[in-house]
Every structure is written in C-alpha cells, then in structure tokens.
C-alpha cells in the first residue's frame, strides 16, 4: 500500500485487548523522510482522523461510536529519524484527544490485524 492512496482507510476493527477502535495505515515501502513522504503521511494521518473524528466512521460503524480510537502504522520497516521525530509530535498530540498512536513493524505477508501491537516494534524511539 501506498500513501499517495490518502483518501483510503486501509483496515480497521476493534482490538478485542484494549476495546480500542484501531485505523490501520498499511505502508510497505521504504522510509526516505523527504518532504513529500512526510506531507503524505500528514495528508493520511489527517483522513484518518477526520473518519474518526467527523462522523463518518460512526455513520458507517454505528458499533466503534463512543470506543477510545487508535491509529496504527503497519510497516515492513522501522521508519527513519526524521519520520519518527514527525510521529512523536503527533503521538503527543493525540494524546490530548486520548488517541493512540502505534508504528507496528510487520514481517513481509502479515495481514493487517487489529490485535495488540505492544509497541512499535525493534529500534522504535518515538514514545
């Protein structure tokens, strides 16, 4: 999957472990941290949210309204520096909103699962 694909939620569920509604973003190519991967990244970030936060998620899923939301990044590999400096930003900004954010570092052929992630994964310093 690819973050150009901005308006597309790429899976979602209830992550039967924490009763969060969890969002998905599935990314399998490598992390470059130019500007335009980071703006997509952005650009996807904010879709999501705006499905969450905007209605639609409960108009769609009338059994996710009212659940705590978290929003995770399923990746084939760990994203660089300047990537994980940007999601610390917004993980801490999410947290005032109690949103979770998880970068979840997948093997090649995983499906995408709502299952608990415990962390983001090996060399994961973005908390």
């Known amino acids: 999957m690819s973050l150009d694909q901005s308006n597309i939620i790429d ?4 992550d039967d ?5 969890t969002l998905v973003i599935l990314h399998d190519a490598p992390w470059a ?4 991967q980071l ?4 650009e996807k970030l904010n879709v999501y949210l705006s499905f969450a ?16 939301l978290a929003l995770r990044i399923d990746c084939s590999s760990a994203p660089d520096p300047g990537t994980m400096h940007m999601l610390g930003h917004v993980r801490r900004q ?8 998880v970068v979840r570092i997948t093997t090649p052929g ?7 992630s415990h962390g983001c994964g090996g060399g994961c310093h973005c908390h």
Do not use: C, H, N, W
């Not at 639609?56 to 659940?67: N, S």
């Not at 995983?110 to 608990?116: D, H």
């Open 53 to 68: 936060l905007d209605g639609e998620m409960a108009a769609e899923y009338p059994a996710f309204t009212g659940k705590p």
């Open 11 to 14: 899976a979602l569920g209830i």
């Open 110 to 116: 995983e499906p995408p699962s709502t299952s608990p």
């Open 17 to 21: 472990a924490t009763g969060r509604v």
């Open 94 to 101: 999410l947290q005032f909103q109690d949103i979770e954010l």
């Open 33 to 36: 941290g130019t500007p335009e």
């Open 39 to 42: 703006y997509l990244l952005q």
